[in-house]
């Protein structure tokens, strides 16, 4: 049995050419030239700078000209900041608000151990801890981790339950504690391990469960100390036996996976780095299922339906398209019936997408889109919360064991908080 471990997934691509989506420049520079309040830091690894930058991403921007004069000015002075897509409708709505947190650094996760407490996690080191339900934020540091080396390191996801949390850091790093964060501890991680850890999440006491980028997912029982591997094959293993089978179009499906999510009952579900193809696992089977992509456009990331693949799933393609597929899909299928969804991008990319409830969806982009749905991601209308805040946004998460509260994560500390329609 292998025994690994590992940490959730940072929602980035390992090439510009997959993803629709790269880093301005000029903003990049600015994050690096910036630090965090009372930075720390952890091993002897430094962050490439051009790694950091693929998590970043570059806004397509649109515009439009009253003349043939004004358009061909527009056409060459187009850049990666110019103005934001027109709203869906004249009344854009503004239901979210900045919540102030001390590093200005990219902020990758959030997770909450009860309504009052919780942590968010970023770049260079950046994690902070609140006792107010978001509104405050504190810096926090790893005793046992040297302050030196800490800021060379990306925290990329923060996972809570019943006062037992988990943190991730690439390069790979793995930190667990039993008392809510007061303390922590590094948990070894194999050098056998396939693929990179790229998902962790609290299960209960000493109970976790963990993804690789070779979609290797394993549990553990005893806090890390060792971990039972729950599915046969590697994703490279499943790609290589379908190529090698003689199926008719079986090299379709090759490349590496860049992006693993998890829903509520324990199915994942990646994408091909090349944005051509995706697939899923259920608990239970022996090896992950490829599925067409069904569309000449490429991939830029998925989820599921009110957070179950048995809802359907969520597509966002080049362009600023969004797509979803009805409930009860075949997943044994190679193709899933994505229907597109009404949503006016101007072109910015869709970066992540989420239901509150059964109606209501949101989704985010580049240069802080935001856009909600009433009507369960048939139809978007535009949201102007972020309008005058520069940077992207990268994530978005509701907590329904927690009230329902929302939480927006982006670049450069950017962190909003879902106040609904009285905003």
Same mark, same amino acid.
């Given at each position: ?140 540091? *790893? ?36 008392? +809510? ?17 790229? +998902? ?23 806090? +890390? ?93 080049? +362009? ?17 019936? *994505? ?40 139809? *978007? ?43």
């Amino acid at each position: 049995m292998k025994h690994l471990s590992a940490a959730i997934l940072a929602l980035a691509a390992s090439s510009a050419d997959v993803w629709a989506f790269a880093p301005n420049n000029q903003r990049a520079a600015a994050a690096v030239a910036r630090r965090r309040v009372s930075p720390h830091s952890m091993t002897s690894s430094t962050t490439n700078d051009a790694e950091e930058d693929r998590r970043s991403f570059v806004v397509k921007s649109a515009s439009s000209a009253t003349s043939a004069a004004a358009s061909a000015f527009a056409l060459s002075t187009l850049t990666a900041s110019a103005a934001m897509p027109q709203p869906a409708n004249a009344a854009a709505s503004r239901q979210w608000r900045q919540v102030k947190v001390p590093f200005e650094d990219t902020v990758y996760d959030v997770d909450f151990d009860s309504p009052a407490h919780g942590y968010i996690v970023g770049a260079r080191g950046s994690f902070a801890e609140t006792n107010d339900g978001g509104n405050t934020w504190e810096p926090r540091s *790893f005793s046992n981790l040297d302050a030196e080396e800490e800021i060379t390191y990306r925290f990329q996801v923060v996972s809570f339950k019943d006062g037992e949390g988990w943190v991730l850091g690439k390069p790979t790093l793995l930190l667990h504690t039993k008392d +809510g964060g007061k303390s922590w501890e590094r948990i070894p991680l194999s050098p056998k391990l396939p693929g990179d850890p790229t +998902g962790i999440l609290a299960l209960g006491p000493n109970k976790a469960e963990m993804i690789t980028s070779s979609g290797a997912v394993y549990t553990t029982e005893n806090a +890390g100390r060792n971990w039972k591997a729950q599915v046969k094959e590697t994703i490279d293993a499943t790609l290589n036996r379908i190529s090698s089978s003689g199926v008719s179009g079986a090299s379709y499906f090759t490349g590496s996976i860049v992006n693993e999510q998890r829903d509520a009952r324990g199915a994942y579900l990646a994408v091909s780095s090349r944005g051509n193809f995706f697939l899923t696992w259920e608990p239970g089977q022996d090896f992950w299922i490829p599925h067409n992509r069904g569309t000449p456009r490429r991939i830029q990331n998925m989820g599921f339906v009110r957070g179950d693949i048995r809802n359907g799933l969520w597509m966002t393609l080049n +362009g600023g398209k969004l797509l979803t597929s009805p409930p009860g899909v075949d997943l044994m299928g190679e193709e899933f019936p *994505f229907v597109e969804a009404n949503i006016k991008t101007g072109g910015y990319g869709i970066t992540d997408v989420a239901w509150r409830d059964d109606d209501e969806v949101w989704a985010v982009g580049g240069s802080n889109t935001m856009y909600v749905s009433k009507d369960n991601g048939k139809n *978007f209308a535009f949201d102007k919360s972020a309008n005058d805040i520069p940077g992207n946004l990268y994530n978005v998460k509701f907590f329904p064991e927690f009230g329902n509260m929302g939480w927006a994560l982006g670049s450069s500390g950017l962190l909003l908080k879902y106040v609904g329609e009285s905003a």
